[in-house]
């Protein structure tokens, strides 16, 4: 018999959050978070998310051992101001168990239907800076800290539940040696003389900070048009820059100014920090925060995390600058290879952006909707 327990205290906190490592702990692909990180995301104190949001956190239980989880997601700003009438859901593992799976979605779809809303759709998080949908395909890759792993079986137990594809995501990769300057370098310079742009690099995470509002406005802006997307709040901020920036190597930020010193663009790269992860096991001590800033400095791969233009400079060229800085640096710190964050497929613009460097798909994912109107919730 499945039983279902709503999370109400720090200890089941810690349960759910440490749930993934018994479920993947045999698995070379799958990248553990650090638990004290991850139980802040769940702390309404800390959590800013938790201000326009209702968030329900479940455990199921079968024979008094933890089989599955799930995180059930109300949010406002997306349902009262957006009118996007979505129940999410996110922090979704079970083990291959069909009742296990059906008793947690029920739940979320309770809550759903207790709001009055139409649907409901996950794998997501509480905003588009969080992790977002299932894997699908490259599941014999190693995992990255910004994407969810499972097991190939949780896309049968969405499809056998009658959950339907919403939206689909892809990763690609490619060698640094691909993101060769003669796609850019002569196009960095004449649009920095056209536009009036020049480039601004960072050395310490300090000079980085006054700067951290404005790339937030300015992806705000940018994004803003995606159907999908969720603005961050002023609120949101300060919490966004504690938990990324600082795990970011200032050197991997690149902005882009105009003649006023207006941000125009913007892109943030992270080292990879899969294998130091992996080492750490959750833990930032003894031995974890020593893996995690060596991987800091000297990863040799890079994640492409985020690029962002203001709509009055897209299709001008602007990203050729933030190559062109790029290279400079990845050629110092002898990258070799660099990883795109899951993009829309629909994206066709951004993926025009990336073109001549010959990314190769390796991994999709994608996230499920079911409607809340049927007489069944699963």
Request: net charge positive; aromatic share 16%; proline share 5%.
């Given at each position: 018999?499945?039983?279902?327990?709503?999370?109400?205290?720090?200890?089941?906190i810690?349960?759910?959050?440490?749930?993934?490592?018994?479920?993947?702990k045999?698995?070379?692909?799958?990248?553990?978070?650090?638990?004290?990180?991850?139980?802040?995301?769940?702390?309404?104190?800390?959590?800013?998310?938790f201000?326009?949001?209702?968030?329900?956190?479940?455990?199921?239980?079968?024979?008094?051992?933890?089989?599955?989880?799930?995180?059930?997601?109300?949010?406002?700003?997306?349902?009262?101001?957006?009118?996007?009438s979505?129940?999410?859901?996110?922090?979704?593992?079970?083990?291959?168990?069909?009742?296990?799976?059906?008793?947690?979605?029920?739940?979320?779809?309770?809550?759903?239907?207790?709001?009055?809303?139409?649907?409901?759709?996950?794998?997501?998080?509480?905003?588009?800076?969080?992790?977002?949908?299932?894997?699908?395909?490259?599941?014999?890759?190693?995992?990255?800290?910004?994407?969810?792993?499972?097991?190939?079986y949780?896309?049968?137990?969405?499809?056998?539940?009658?959950?339907?594809?919403?939206?689909g995501?892809?990763?690609?990769k490619?060698p640094?040696v691909?993101?060769?300057?003669?796609?850019?370098?002569?196009?960095?310079?004449?649009?920095?003389?056209?536009?009036?742009?020049?480039?601004?690099n960072?050395?310490?995470?300090?000079?980085?900070?006054?700067?951290?509002?404005?790339?937030?406005?300015?992806?705000?802006?940018?994004?803003?048009?995606?159907?999908?997307?969720?603005p961050?709040?002023?609120?949101?901020?300060?919490?966004?820059?504690?938990?990324?920036?600082?795990f970011?190597?200032?050197?991997?930020?690149?902005?882009?100014?105009?003649?006023?010193?207006?941000?125009?663009?913007f892109?943030?790269?992270?080292?990879?920090?899969?294998?130091?992860?992996?080492?750490?096991?959750?833990?930032?001590?003894?031995?974890?925060?020593?893996?995690?800033?060596?991987?800091?400095?000297?990863?040799?791969?890079?994640?492409?995390?985020?690029?962002?233009?203001?709509?009055?400079?897209?299709?001008?060229?602007?990203?050729?600058?933030i190559?062109?800085?790029?290279?400079?640096?990845?050629?110092?710190?002898?990258?070799?290879?660099?990883?795109?964050?899951?993009?829309?497929?629909?994206?066709?613009?951004?993926?025009?952006?990336?073109?001549?460097?010959?990314?190769?798909?390796?991994?999709?994912?994608?996230?499920?909707?079911?409607?809340?109107?049927?007489?069944?919730?699963?």
């Amino acid at each position: 018999m499945i039983f279902i327990q709503e999370v109400t205290n720090k200890a089941d906190i810690k349960k759910f959050v440490k749930f993934p490592f018994s479920l993947y702990k045999d698995s070379p692909y799958w990248v553990p978070p650090i638990i004290a990180d991850e139980m802040e995301t769940f702390d309404k104190d800390k959590n800013p998310a938790f201000k326009d949001a209702e968030v329900s956190l479940f455990l199921a239980y079968k024979d008094h051992i933890i089989v599955g989880r799930v995180a059930a997601i109300a949010n406002w700003i997306e349902i009262k101001q957006q009118k996007v009438s979505k129940m999410r859901f996110g922090w979704f593992d079970f083990i291959d168990d069909f009742e296990v799976t059906k008793a947690l979605l029920n739940k979320v779809a309770e809550i759903g239907k207790k709001h009055q809303l139409t649907y409901m759709e996950g794998p997501v998080g509480f905003s588009n800076l969080d992790k977002v949908g299932v894997l699908t395909y490259g599941f014999d890759h190693i995992g990255t800290m910004i994407t969810w792993y499972n097991h190939a079986y949780y896309v049968n137990h969405y499809e056998k539940l009658g959950f339907k594809k919403e939206k689909g995501y892809i990763e690609s990769k490619f060698p640094f040696v691909n993101a060769h300057p003669k796609f850019y370098a002569k196009a960095n310079e004449l649009i920095k003389k056209r536009y009036k742009l020049k480039p601004l690099n960072f050395t310490k995470t300090k000079d980085v900070m006054p700067w951290a509002d404005k790339m937030f406005d300015l992806f705000n802006a940018s994004y803003a048009s995606l159907s999908s997307f969720v603005p961050i709040t002023d609120i949101q901020k300060a919490y966004f820059k504690k938990k990324y920036i600082s795990f970011i190597n200032p050197e991997y930020i690149k902005f882009v100014l105009d003649e006023h010193d207006n941000l125009v663009a913007f892109s943030i790269v992270m080292p990879s920090f899969s294998k130091a992860l992996q080492k750490a096991n959750g833990k930032l001590f003894p031995t974890g925060m020593f893996h995690l800033l060596n991987a800091k400095k000297n990863s040799k791969e890079v994640i492409f995390y985020l690029i962002g233009v203001l709509p009055e400079y897209q299709n001008k060229g602007v990203t050729a600058i933030i190559f062109n800085e790029c290279y400079e640096t990845f050629t110092k710190k002898g990258i070799l290879d660099c990883v795109r964050t899951p993009e829309l497929e629909d994206n066709t613009a951004i993926q025009q952006l990336w073109k001549n460097f010959d990314p190769k798909i390796y991994k999709r994912r994608s996230t499920f909707r079911k409607e809340l109107s049927s007489p069944e919730n699963c």
